[in-house]
């Protein structure tokens, strides 16, 4: 069962900490006090039960259920004023394998941890994260809280009541960002945001993002994505599945295939994207029936769910049943909204523009 606490902090703060699940680690906890309150985890002292005690903070991998905190428990957090001098390190327990060898690296506590989190525990991974830029100390600032994902006792998604649905985005050229930013943020508006992350780690990691893999020098392609008129595509899916640390899953319509990003990398949450050929959709879970209101949507899953990926799978082939996709080997299309014959991707996009029409077909002469 998720614990629910009260986090009070310096200077009359205080927030109530839902999510954590009861397995949940005293490094997770400190990090989200480290969100919450905005006091960094090597000036945290924190004290709990009553009356309040001081809580050994040696082993971060300690669940808080053995510490005695449990769904109601108050954790009073104190900021101490520790100073370093200019040779020293900040402490980190030794306790918590791997993070001493990020910090070597010249990476922060916070960047450290986060990154560890995030790979769970993976050291190789966690380097990754930190030395190709996806997780800096400027990115831990804008990183939403993962609201918890609703399982069954045997891992399967709670499905109840719910149906999977395509969730329209606007064909603006920053469909791909905004449908993974309604996905993970419930934000249709988030394009420029996530263009800056993706221009960013590309810049500040040319040795991985090089111009045989880009197809530009770095330079010229951070500058390129920031463009509000050019389209993203799997180079962005997959910094952006790293930026969040799930699997993005982006169904295409025509073929009716299945493409993750971010596979293999121990995610425990995973979006899923609809893909006509030129557009991205999200998919959600909405709350009884299509028509349900938006703010009820499920938009991430477990990581590996079948039943969630097959809800997802049977709404592309009944698109593609009504050949709702768009094939760019010079076929003729037509705005399945109002009929109109249009001549390839860029008539589609120009009409789209003008109509706020969203959806084309392939146009099939009776």
Known sequence: MPLTLKVNGPGGKS?????????????????????????????QKLRAGFPPKDMTLQDLTAELTSLGIQTGSAITVVKEDTQFTSGD?????????????????GFSVAVALKALEVSH???????DLCVNGIITDESLEHVPTAPPVPVTSHGGMTTANRVMVRRVIDADNSCLFNAVGYCMEKNRRIGPKLRKIIADCVRNSPDVYTEAVLGKAPKQYSDWIQDPAQWGGEIELFILSQYYGCEVVAIEIKSA??????????????IYLLYDGVHYDALAMAAGSPTAPESLDMTQFPAGDESSKQAALAVAAELKEGRQFVDLLGCTLRCMVCNKGLSGQEEALLHARETNHQNFGEYKSS
């Open 121 to 127: 525990g993976e050291v190789e991974n966690a380097l």
């Open 257 to 270: 295939h299945a493409y993750v990003y971010g596979e293999g990398k121990n995610y425990s949450r995973r």
């Open 15 to 43: 927030a109530i900490l839902k999510g954590l699940k009861d397995s949940a680690t005293l490094q997770q906890l400190q990090i989200k006090i480290e969100e919450l309150l905005g006091v960094p985890m090597a000036q």
């Open 89 to 105: 390190k900040a402490p980190i327990p030794v306790t918590l394998p791997g993070a001493q060898q990020i910090i070597d690296m």
